[in-house]
């Protein structure tokens, strides 16, 4: 196995849709994902996902909490880079701060990080990851084929005017969406998995991540860890 990396991700839904999102990216490459989940500041081993022949390892860990993200990069550093381990990323979002703290939320994930042989890349979901889901837009269609341009302005979100990195609080306007057309959103992980399997990754990759500035520096750290 040539590659291994880790991804610390702030819960269930930054988890699904980080492993979609790296196997789009990885092409023809196959990746083994260790998934562990902390609980009272400890990971457990959750789930191993595979391939018979795998040409990338990626740990990917569901914190479970959005202050764990920093703490468990910190904690699991040296193993990490005694493992082996390229590059480790984390993913959390900046909800429920305020737009106008997030510069100074930055500057706090970075104090304290080790600064070891080992890149460490820590980013914010603006405001939350479902700000991602909402700017593509192509997805709603798959979720149901009724909701429209006039709907999501209706709802909070006025595609040919805003950015979905500018609402508030995007997974309550995600939601606010959905609940138009009798479908559901919350962390339950069958709605959650919905979501994650309607985006087209194609889209995502080519035109939202040129929306959305978090986006695209997540996509390109998830990029080098894959080597590409």
């Known amino acids: 196995m040539s590659k291994k990396f880790a991804v610390f991700v702030e819960g269930s839904t930054e988890l699904e849709f980080t492993i979609r999102l ?78 106008n703290e997030i ?4 500057r706090g994930m970075l104090i304290g990080i080790p600064a070891g042989d080992v890149p460490i890349h820590i980013h914010l979901a603006i405001m939350e990851i479902e700000a991602w889901f909402i700017e593509e837009i192509t997805h709603f269609s798959r979720i149901d084929n009724s909701i429209t ?11 040919n005017n805003t950015c979905a990195s500018e609402l508030a609080h995007p997974a309550k306007t995600l939601e606010n969406i959905y609940r138009h057309v009798g479908k559901g959103y919350s962390k339950n992980k069958r709605q959650v998995q919905r979501t994650v399997d309607a985006i087209s990754y194609e889209e995502l990759y080519i035109n939202t991540r040129q929306k ?16 590409l």
């Open 149 to 159: 341009l006039n709907i999501l302005a209706d709802n909070g979100f006025d595609h």
């Open 22 to 99: 790296l196997t789009e990216l990885a092409g023809r490459y196959s990746i083994e994902f260790e998934i562990h989940t902390q609980h009272k500041g400890s990971l457990n081993f959750t789930e191993l996902r595979t391939n018979q022949t795998p040409d990338i390892h990626v740990l990917v860990v569901n914190c479970c909490n959005d202050e764990q993200v920093k703490s468990q990069i910190i904690d699991q550093y040296e193993s990490l880079a005694s493992a082996g381990y390229s590059l480790i990323i984390g993913l959390r979002d900046a909800y429920p701060f305020k737009h």
């Open 103 to 106: 510069k100074a939320l930055e």
């Open 212 to 227: 959305s500035s978090s986006l695209n520096n997540y996509i390109s750290s998830l990029e080098k860890g894959l080597g």
